[in-house]
């Protein structure tokens, strides 16, 4: 059997869906296919999200897929000095709502087919090839092999894409920069703030952070990213000693556990080809320093989908005209990526030690009140180094 399409978009977590639901508004025909039976499921996330993000890309928040509201962040050091932010007073990415991943992801799904498009769920892709002007994917299907024969794919299939190999496209993460992720979804969990957003620091998780998102009074999202590269140990052991160590869930008890890579290099340095676009985290597209990567997965799609839609009206797939969804991605994000990255090199060149000083010098600080350059000046008072590393970012 053979499928034809317009545009076929592999992949229905975030990215995918706002890609399928965009370029199915501008007009053309699309097809969206992920190998889950239930979309969302697994949630592979700590489901934290910005509101100001979700705004941005004309997504009305809804009860269903909102499970709580944060508007603080707890920073705590390895010897648990902590440091608190408040959302009204400092810009954070990656708080606002803690969201129903499973619910949300499935919401935007059924966005994408009140826009138009056909949605086959437990199909997986397996092959991709380009044959003159347009694009030949083989899927498993409810158990059937199926053909797709479609004009534009964007690939959306997260951060083992293979889209993008399949496709030519260097897409393939080095070790160093690719972030094992474990949680716990638990139950008990004695939070200081229901609505405080907490992430932890140094060696509790080597290259990466630990979190406690909330999702309720005393559920939570418990979890951790390690590079794999600079610790003996995996995510799901650093894991187990942070839950059994931190106080907040010591009495807490899990009822799910999730697993996922998390790429944090920054952007592919090309993510367009003839016929082919890749967006989310199968682009690298997350925030490199926090891991989060929905609503800039998003954003991607929503361009990527405009993109699509009009190279069908013109009757040009080539990488020349889709490349414009990589300029406008580039224009927005390509910056503040770069600062995230510079951040993230400096953070994960700190030692326990020197993340307790900084913590200690800007305990009880009233950051509405600090300016960034007085902000830069009192780290680089405990920790020099911060100058050469960060100078340029303020
Ligand atoms: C532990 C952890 C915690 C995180 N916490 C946060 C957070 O708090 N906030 C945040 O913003 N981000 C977070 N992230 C990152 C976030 O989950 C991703 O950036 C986001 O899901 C990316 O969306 P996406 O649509 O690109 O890919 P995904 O959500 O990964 O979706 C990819 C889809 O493609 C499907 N698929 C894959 N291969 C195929 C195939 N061959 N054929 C068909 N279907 C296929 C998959 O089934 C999946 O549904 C976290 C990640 C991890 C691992």
């Keep these: 059997m053979i ?8 992949g229905a977590g975030p990215a995918g869906s706002t890609a399928a639901k965009h370029a199915a508004i501008g007009g053309a025909e699309v097809l969206l296919v992920d190998k889950k039976s239930e979309i ?31 508007d603080r962040v707890r920073l705590v050091s390895p010897s648990g ?5 408040d959302q009204e007073n400092v810009r954070l990415p990656e708080t606002g709502y803690n969201l129903e991943r499973k619910v949300f992801d499935k919401h935007m799904a059924m966005d994408a087919a009140r826009a138009g498009s056909q949605i086959m769920v437990k199909t997986l892709a397996k092959e991709l090839t380009l044959k003159d002007h347009h694009v030949l994917v083989k899927a498993e299907s409810m158990g059937n092999t199926t053909k797709i024969k479609s004009k534009i794919v964007i690939g959306a299939d997260g951060p083992e894409s293979r889209v993008g190999r399949w496709a030519g496209l260097k897409s393939t993460t080095k070790p160093k920069n690719m972030e094992s992720g474990a949680q716990f979804e638990m139950v008990g969990v004695e939070l200081e703030d229901i609505r405080a957003t907490e992430f932890y620091f140094g060696s509790v998780a080597p290259g990466g952070y630990a979190w406690i998102f909330p999702k309720g009074d005393d559920i939570a999202n ?25 106080k907040a869930t010591q009495n807490a008890v899990a009822v799910e556990f999730n697993v996922g890579g998390v790429p944090v290099g920054g952007p592919l340095n090309k993510f367009v080809t003839d016929n082919v676009m890749l967006v989310g985290d199968a682009a690298g597209q997350l925030n490199p320093l926090t891991g989060g990567g929905i609503i800039s997965g998003m954003q991607a799609g929503l361009i990527a989908g405009e993109v699509a839609a009009n190279a069908i009206t013109e009757g040009n797939y080539s990488r020349e005209n889709l490349k414009k969804y990589e300029t406008l991605w580039l224009e927005e994000n390509e910056l503040t990526f770069q600062k995230y990255l510079k951040a993230k090199e400096y953070l994960q060149s700190l030692s326990d030690e020197e993340l307790d000083s900084i913590a200690r010098a800007f305990k009880g600080s009233d950051f509405e009140r600090i300016g960034p350059m007085e902000l830069l000046k009192k780290l680089v008072k405990v920790s020099p180094k911060a100058m050469v590393k960060l100078g340029k970012l303020f």
């Design 3 to 10: 499928i034809e399409t317009d545009v076929l978009v592999i």
């Design 40 to 70: 969302g499921t697994p949630k592979r996330c700590a489901e934290g999200v910005s509101k100001n993000g979700l705004k941005k890309l004309g997504i009305k928040p809804k009860n269903r897929w909102i499970a709580a509201e944060m």
């Design 81 to 85: 000095i902590d440091v608190w932010l």
């Design 222 to 246: 418990v979890g951790l990213g390690v590079i794999n590269t600079i610790t003996p140990k995996n995510a799901y052991q650093h894991l187990l000693d942070f839950v059994r160590e931190c």
